[in-house]
């Protein structure tokens, strides 16, 4: 069974930062390096929106609504995917999720479910207040 787990969320002020987790597992010798990995989010009343995400080539893409100001890395030694958020702001509380999938073709960020994607976490809460 593969599975990914996030942490790293809290409640901070408006300016303020934090650094989500996305840690993978599964079986003997699982690299999560064969994924794209997704940061999605969602707040009470909206829809799921993407965030961002990163290739097995580490080619990262943002939102606009985030761009400049979060950045996606990851470390495959330790099959995880990091989050860095900065200038957080009101807009940014949500759920955030990490998601992830394998398969070939077009980078998924127009989400309707988070059953879209192959594998997805339990999320973790950002709350941002002003």
């Known amino acids: 069974q593969v599975y990914v787990v996030e942490s790293g969320g809290g409640s901070v002020q408006a300016g303020g930062s934090l650094r989500l987790t996305c840690a993978a597992s599964?079986?003997?010798?699982?690299?999560?390096?064969?994924?794209?990995v997704y940061w999605v989010r969602q707040s009470p009343g909206k829809s799921l929106e993407w965030v961002s995400d990163?290739?097995?080539?580490?080619?990262?893409y943002y939102a606009d609504s985030v761009n400049q100001r979060f950045t996606i890395t990851r470390e495959n030694g330790k099959n995880a995917v990091y989050l860095q958020m900065d200038s957080l702001k009101s807009d940014d509380t949500a759920m955030y999720y990490c998601?992830?999938?394998?398969?070939?073709?077009?980078?998924?960020?127009?989400?309707?479910?988070?059953?879209?994607?192959?594998?997805w976490g339990q999320g973790t809460q950002v709350t941002v207040s002003s």
């Open positions: 998601a992830a999938e394998r398969r070939g073709g077009t980078a998924l960020r127009k989400p309707l479910s988070l059953h879209d994607y192959e594998l």
């Open positions: 599964g079986y003997r010798d699982f690299r999560f390096s064969r994924y794209r």
């Open positions: 990163i290739s097995v080539s580490g080619n990262t």
